[in-house]
């Protein structure tokens, strides 16, 4: 890689974005699963299998409908609080902080 081919994003410049009642900074979007977002600089655009990374909060007192996941694998890192988490098989638990939590949709990465 050309060192003109680096470039450093800092995450306080970081795109806020979310869904339902999830807030997040989106730093790695793949371009293949996200066309809009092919000319963005502002966010990394993902390396081959790994094609989204968020750092993000849920709004308090909010929850995040079902929604589908096709051919990944889902991990979750719990920093503080609690959530729970399943997918549309029932699968899931509550995730303690600090917590991990990996989900496979599909056949995965």
């Known amino acids: 890689m050309e060192k003109s081919d680096l470039r450093v994003i800092h995450y306080d410049d970081l795109p806020l974005g979310g869904f ?11 371009s293949d699963q996200w066309p ?42 719990i920093l503080t609080g609690n959530v729970g988490h399943k997918g549309t098989l029932g699968d899931g638990t509550v995730i303690h902080s600090p917590g991990l939590q990996v989900q496979r949709a599909g056949s995965g990465m």
């Open 36 to 77: 809009d977002t092919k000319d963005r600089t502002d966010i990394s655009h993902g390396l081959d299998d790994f094609i989204y990374l968020a750092s993000g909060y849920f709004k308090p007192n909010e929850d995040v409908p079902i929604h589908p996941h096709k051919d990944v694998d889902i991990v979750s890192i």
């Open 20 to 30: 339902a009642g999830i807030v997040e900074k989106r730093m790695a979007l793949n």
